[in-house]
């Protein structure tokens, strides 16, 4: 991969990594077009650590608060119900469905399911998953609602992000909102719950990496060039999503999921892009 590539996959893993429109499913896209093979894996794995920074900054004070009274509740100096302490725990569950069926199935989701039938059939599904669950999901519950069992469901819906065109957001969102929970509240329980496991996946791929597996026709200097991209176009849509969200909804994303995936269907069809 050169370094113009490796800039432009980071600005479409910045643009489209906190949206519902799937960022692995774009950079797998894009990748081809451009005349590479798949990105892979691991390539997507390690550019979202990019984005995911900008996750921790833009929600620094809360993740510092919520991680100093989880480990102060521990030593009994602060109360166990206390909003954050719970948020730190709901946290911890919510990963563990990513975690297990990260490991249990990465083979598999380093190989077959990179297909992009698979992926143009997730973006149309799970655009029409989201459209439903925004009809149909009451909206009147906030984060301090969240429960065990929905942090456990929360995580569920998370996990089918394992799924190049799913959306580790949308997916999440989708999940929230058939609970009912507001959109400002399902997007940001999404961002929190993702660090740990997008962390835990980039960091994998880059201990694979120094214990040499190999960036395979990639390189070092592409994936860092376009993790530091992504970074940075990532913390600035992250601003600009949560206030979007206040007062608009998910359809002008589906809509384009749709198209997308419409438009994925006939390049496979006619052969102009290899699945």
Same mark, same amino acid.
């Given at each position: 991969?050169?370094?113009? *590539? ?45 984005? #995911? ?130 959109? #400002? ?16 996946? %980039? ?7 120094? %214990?040499?597996?190999? *960036?395979? #026709? ?30 608009? *909804? ?12 419409? %438009? ?12």
């Amino acid at each position: 991969m050169d370094f113009i *590539t490796a800039v432009i996959l980071g600005l479409v893993q910045g643009l489209t990594e906190f949206l519902p429109v799937s960022s692995s499913a774009h950079v797998s896209i894009v990748g081809r077009l451009l005349g590479q093979q798949d990105p892979g894996a691991a390539f997507t794995a390690i550019t979202q650590l990019g984005t #995911e920074a900008a996750v921790v900054i833009y929600f620094w004070r809360d993740i510092t608060t919520i991680i100093r009274k989880w480990f102060l509740s521990l030593a009994g100096k602060v109360a166990k119900n206390d909003p954050d302490v719970r948020m730190g725990w709901l946290v911890i569950i919510g990963t563990i469905p990513i975690g297990l069926l990260g490991v249990l199935f990465q083979d598999t989701i380093e190989t077959s399911l990179r297909s992009l039938w698979i992926t143009a059939t997730m973006l149309l599904v799970f655009a029409l998953v989201i459209l439903a669950a925004e009809r149909f999901g009451k909206q009147d519950r906030e984060l301090s609602d969240l429960t065990w069992k929905h942090g456990i469901f929360y995580g569920l819906w998370q996990a089918l992000a394992l799924i190049p065109g799913v959306s580790r957001s949308g997916g999440t969102i989708a999940g929230g909102l058939f609970m009912g929970y507001s959109r #400002e509240s399902a997007a940001r329980y999404s961002f929190l719950l993702a660090i740990p496991a997008v962390i835990a996946s %980039g960091g994998l791929q880059v201990v694979k990496i120094a %214990g040499g597996e190999g *960036t395979g #026709e990639t390189g070092w200097g592409p994936i860092i060039v376009a993790t530091v991209i992504a970074f940075v176009v990532g913390y600035a849509v992250i601003a600009w999503f949560m206030k979007y969200i206040t007062t608009h *909804t998910f359809t002008p994303f589906m809509i384009y999921r749709i198209l997308l995936a419409l %438009g994925l269907f006939a390049l496979l069809g006619t052969g102009t892009i290899a699945a």
